[in-house]
């Protein structure tokens, strides 16, 4: 798109030479330039100009009509006539190059027509309604969608505002992005007669935005070609000597890789399966990474094979081969046909032991514990891996008849989760500086995970989320309210990273004046996320002098956070303090130690517990010694438990998992065998976690009284972070009541969690 660019005989950097794995035609850019100026041709005829792009483009679609192309062309080289890039060749092998680019990608009509056009409007006379009423609202649409902002508008902004501008139009039609890929493309293999420190500049954007960009977009043949030219320029030493590197390995006599690669064919035949087996050598970069990870380079490090079949049933079966005939490296493999990536990505990943002989039955003199590294996948997943959403054609268009809308191989690409996250943070980004360094920030994630909702639904987080990052992402501003979460069925805080396939319960507190806490910024790994909270924080500013508990300076709001002050406003609803209905509703009981809602009378929570209980317990090895159920975990029917003898000849029975029960074997205490009895009655101790809100214990305890259980002993603590805690020691006429009780304690509006009381070891 620049007009900057200039030609690649120029000095500077240049394309890296490694053996690519397939050939690109490179542009006869004086060709073009003499072609272009003889002008138009006669109507029938193409011109001869783009000639090549005809043929990339018949490659992939035998039937294409070419005759917008044509179009194109012919207003494309009128508008640019006269214009001249620094390289001396006319401008109009710039669009041309850009489309050609496309063309081989396999980009359908449409975006190879925009792509002939992308200039036009930017730096001619030609307007976009001209565009659109010569070639269609969709043309239309992507020329403006990768038409820069004017300086003279946007002055510093420009840039930022530019990419702004072009993301929203690829949330609409990611072609757009397809063009700017291109456009990037061709103007960096172009870069050579640039000033050095603007070639920086340009790699540099080049490096943050535009090849994260490709990565997401799965466009691997631009990705890989960006990332090398990026390397030339930002790194002449390293990309040097990558460079020798590959050239020393090519002068070798013997290449491990090829030599394997006839040894797969041998054994593919035999098996029956018909594969193209191909030597794909590494890129620039990618070699780069494997030096600095493995230190010293050998000949199986050049390169990987690479395996291509007709069928996704034939992947496993070479995979089977290969495993079966060769050594393979269990912790090198890697399903993305069965999970592909979020990119579109689908291959099976393996590697083999280098094998010991070479295929004409001689040895090798050492194999040094080589491996070499394999990718087996279709024809059409490699097209999908090289090109990503350009080798889907156009993704709006319905499907073929004779296509299943659900085809696996058709993912529809318009709106990937890391792009709709992407559009929504940044309407709220408030100046361009913020989206611009935000932009590069959310770009730098390179994996992406999913967790799903209790609701069946997902969320697309970057890898290292946390469940600050999912409030945010599944409520927006409305996660100021968050105030913890239950990660797989556990409460956990918000600042927990998250992990690909994790159930993520979002609690949400009553009070709508609920706000962040500052220190919710260190677990934000998502723009979204960070941007709202420093929004809140911006508005909400907080005197030097504020005392602890002042809005913004509230600790992580999830459960075991440490209390703040407060009172337990309305909780005790109709009863008034103390009271609770127990035995029944119809029966007031006093309860033991209860907090009320100035914090009056508030007693300590009550001691351990070990009054007998009314379960009966069998004792296999004392059969007439006085049991006690230890209060510090309530064991009850059909717990599994254990017991140790204590002072007075009587014995304690714990549940299993009890935390004194690991404390007492420590200290060499002997277990005595434990069964219970037949008879079902027994105490319980339970733990709920609610919000706070008017009438809430009063429900609570209703709830439990209608199970047709006593409440023993009650204690609620003063809230903390709009959260209750609350412990009733509960007897049960049935043990086999639990579940349903704890089910009638969860389902009372505001409660969201009810668990059976745990001592904790000491120093907890």
């Keep these: 798109m620049s007009a900057d660019a200039t030609n690649p005989a120029a000095p500077g950097p240049v394309a890296p030479s490694a ?56 207003l494309a080289e009128s508008s640019h006539r006269g214009q001249m890039r620094k390289s001396g060749e006319p401008y109009i ?13 396999g980009a359908e009509t449409t975006t190879l027509t925009a792509s002939l056009l992308h200039d036009t409007v930017e730096d001619t006379d030609v307007t976009l309604d001209q565009v659109g009423d010569q070639f269609g609202a969709e043309v239309r649409y992507l020329v403006d969608g990768v038409t820069k902002l004017e300086k003279v508008d946007y002055g510093a902004a420009a840039e930022p505002e530019t990419f702004r501008k072009m993301l929203v139009a690829t949330g609409n039609d990611v072609r757009v992005m397809s063009i700017k890929l291109a456009d990037r493309l061709h103007n960096m293999r172009t870069l050579g007669v640039m000033r050095p420190e603007k070639q920086a500049r340009i790699a540099k954007v080049t490096r943050d935005v535009l090849i994260p960009l490709a ?55 035999e098996a029956g399966i018909t594969a193209e087996v191909l030597v794909r050598p590494r890129h620039f970069v990618s070699l780069h990474r494997v030096a600095r990870k493995r230190g010293r380079l050998r000949g199986c490090d050049f390169g990987r094979l690479l395996v291509l ?62 491996v070499v590294e394999v990718l087996i996948r279709t024809h059409q997943m490699h097209k999908t891996a090289e090109a990503g959403v ?47 360094s935000t932009l590069r920030e959310d ?86 996320a960070r ?18 508990g002042t809005p913004g300076t509230r600790e992580d709001a999830s459960p075991g956070a440490a209390d703040t002050p407060g009172g337990l406003d309305g909780l005790t609803g109709v009863h008034g303090p103390g009271a609770l209905p127990a035995g029944g509703a119809d029966r007031p009981a006093q309860a033991d130690g209860l907090r009320t809602a100035d914090g009056a009378g508030a007693a300590a929570p009550p001691a351990r517990d070990e009054r007998p209980g009314t379960a009966t317990v069998v004792v296999a090895d004392l059969p007439r010694a006085p049991v006690r159920l230890a209060g510090c975990c309530t064991p009850v029917p059909p717990d599994r438990i254990t017991a140790f003898a204590v002072r007075g000849g009587a014995v304690t029975v714990h549940r299993v998992e009890c935390a004194t029960v690991a404390r007492m074997k420590s200290a060499g205490r002997a277990e005595i065998g434990v069964r219970w009895g037949d008879t079902a009655a027994c105490r319980v ?21 209608l199970e047709g259980v006593e409440i023993v002993s009650a204690t609620v603590a003063p809230p903390a972070q709009q959260r209750v805690h609350h412990t009733y020691t509960l007897q049960l006429p049935d043990a086999a009541r639990l579940p349903a009780l704890m089910r009638a304690m969860r389902n009372v509006p505001g409660v969201y969690d009810v668990s059976r009381a745990q001592s904790q070891p000491p120093g907890d």
């Design 19 to 74: 053996p690519r794995r397939r050939a690109r035609p490179r542009i006869d850019l004086r060709r073009l330039g003499r072609a272009a100026l003889l002008g138009p041709t006669a109507r029938d005829r193409l011109p001869d100009a783009i000639g090549h792009v005809a043929e990339a483009h018949r490659a992939h679609f035998p039937d294409a009509d070419l005759e917008p192309l044509r179009h194109a062309y012919l």
């Design 93 to 105: 092998t710039h669009p041309l190059a850009v489309t050609l680019i496309l063309a081989e990608l």
């Design 685 to 705: 101790t339970l733990l709920a976690e609610s919000f706070g809100r008017p009438h809430l214990l009063a429900d609570l305890t209703e709830a439990i009284a």
């Design 215 to 269: 990565e997401r977009l799965g466009v691997q043949a631009l990705k890989t070609e960006l990332e090398d030219l990026v390397f030339a320029i930002l790194h002449p030493e390293e990309y040097a000597h990558t460079r020798e590197l590959i050239a020393e390995n090519a002068s070798r006599p013997h290449d491990p890789l090829t030599e394997v690669a006839e040894q797969v064919r041998g054994v593919l035949r």
């Design 443 to 528: 770009l730098a994630q390179d994996r992406e995970i999913t967790v799903f909702r209790p609701d069946g639904g997902t969320l697309g987080l970057p890898a290292g989320a946390s469940c600050v990052d999912a409030a945010y992402a599944q409520y927006g501003e409305d996660a100021h309210a968050c105030i913890g979460a239950r990660v797989n069925g556990r409460l956990a805080r918000l600042s927990t990273v998250l992990q690909d396939g994790d159930t993520v319960q979002l609690l949400m507190g009553q009070d709508p004046a609920s706000e962040p806490s500052r220190e919710w910024l260190e677990h934000a790994h998502t723009p979204a």
């Design 309 to 370: 079949v007709n069928e996704d049933a034939d992947c496993y079966a070479v995979l089977g081969e290969l495993h079966t005939c060769m050594t393979p490296v269990v912790a090198e493999f890697k399903d993305f046909i069965a999970v592909p990536k979020f990119n579109l990505y689908q291959s099976l990943h393996t590697a083999v032991a280098l094998p010991p002989s070479r295929p004409d039955g001689t040895e090798r003199a050492a194999t040094d514990g080589q």
């Design 390 to 436: 350009v080798a889907l054609g156009n993704p709006y268009a319905p499907p073929a008849e004779d296509q299943p809308a659900g085809d696996g191989e058709r993912v529809d690409p318009t709106r990937p989760g890391w792009l709709s996250r992407l559009l929504d943070w940044q309407e709220a980004a408030p100046d361009p500086d913020t989206f611009w």
């Design 531 to 548: 941007i709202a909270i420093q929004r809140w924080l911006a508005a909400h500013p907080v005197p030097a002098d504020a005392p602890e």
